[in-house]
């Protein structure tokens, strides 16, 4: 259903700031360093590491709700994940499973973010207070949307 700008819905600067998250998100994206130190993601793996980066020993049910993708599609994504070395699956009590990354996740994580980390002092420069700033509202952008449904972050 859509949202008309006068219902008191999301408005026009809203639907622009929203585009602009996204925009600078494909942008960012399109500066991932490549070569043998960067192991390549699709799009649904990386929203899945990022999830299980965020909350490690997720049951891959709770993975898929926090993604809002498809269980099937989670599935298919921790066994390429797994065979890539990305994160490691352990049996709970019971019939659960625990998806936790693994230190190659990590690695590559660390070299993500000292990649970007240069990009954006390139392009920032020394304006450390806007950076947190940033950082501190896209943190609770993204605690919000990952959010359980089940009972909250």
Sequence with gaps: MAVRADSGGIGTHECRDQHLILNVGRLVRARTP????????TE??????????LYPGAAPSEIARRTRLQ????????RSLEG???VSRAATNGRSIAVRPTERAAAN????????AQELAVI?????????????????LEQRLTADDQGGP
């Excluded at 269980?71 to 921790?78: D, E, G, M």
Aim: glycine share 6%; proline share 4%.
């Design 34 to 41: 490549e070569g043998p130190q960067v192991v390549p993601l």
């Design 44 to 53: 649904t793996e990386r929203q899945v590491m990022r999830v299980v980066d």
């Design 71 to 78: 269980r099937t599609n989670v599935s298919t994504a921790l």
């Design 84 to 86: 890539k070395g990305m």
């Design 109 to 116: 994580l660390r070299v993500l973010r000292a990649a970007w």
């Design 124 to 140: 920032l420069g020394d304006d450390l207070d806007t950076v947190r700033k940033c950082t501190h509202l896209l943190s609770h």
